[in-house]
Nanobody, 130 residues
Framework: QVQLVESGGGLVQAGGSLRLSCAAS????????VGWFRQAPGKEREFVAT????????YYADSVKGRFTISRDNAKNTVYLQMNSLKPEDTAVYYC???????????????????????WGQGTQVTVSS
């Protein structure tokens, strides 16, 4: 079983930066792919970024490409989302999720779907003011 805890959200002005962290319990976290998703009020949850267990396979939503960077430190059981050049439309609750059903998966566009993931964090609020 894996527990995921997001942190790092907050209020920031447009153009600013935040770094989200997704800290996981469990020694096997390093074997799993992790994704970041977000949900704005009144909108569907949407994919943001995903990273394979090794960090060698990374995908981003077009809306964040070039501004957000996903990374992981398996020694610390943590995945990060560095968010730069933030826009008001980035305002949402951000969730990290892990697919614990497949170990050492090579990643790929398969992981852009939320249905793939079986463990989710509680979310962290990101608010970008204009």
């Amino acid at each position: 079983q894996v527990q995921l805890v997001e942190s790092g959200g907050g209020l920031v002005q447009a153009g600013g930066s935040l770094r989200l962290s997704c800290a996981a319990s469990g020694r096997t976290f390093s074997r799993f792919a992790v994704g970041w998703f977000r949900q704005a009020p009144g909108k569907e949850r949407e994919f943001v970024a995903t990273i394979s267990w090794s960090g060698n396979s990374i995908y981003y939503a077009d809306s964040v490409k070039g501004r957000f960077t996903i990374s992981r430190d398996n020694a610390k059981n943590t995945v990060y989302l560095q968010m730069n050049s933030l826009k008001p439309e980035d305002t949402a609750v951000y969730y990290c999720a892990s697919d614990t059903t497949r170990t050492y998966h090579s990643g790929g566009p398969y992981y852009t779907s939320g249905a793939v993931y079986d463990y989710w964090g509680q979310g962290t609020q990101v608010t970008v003011s204009s």
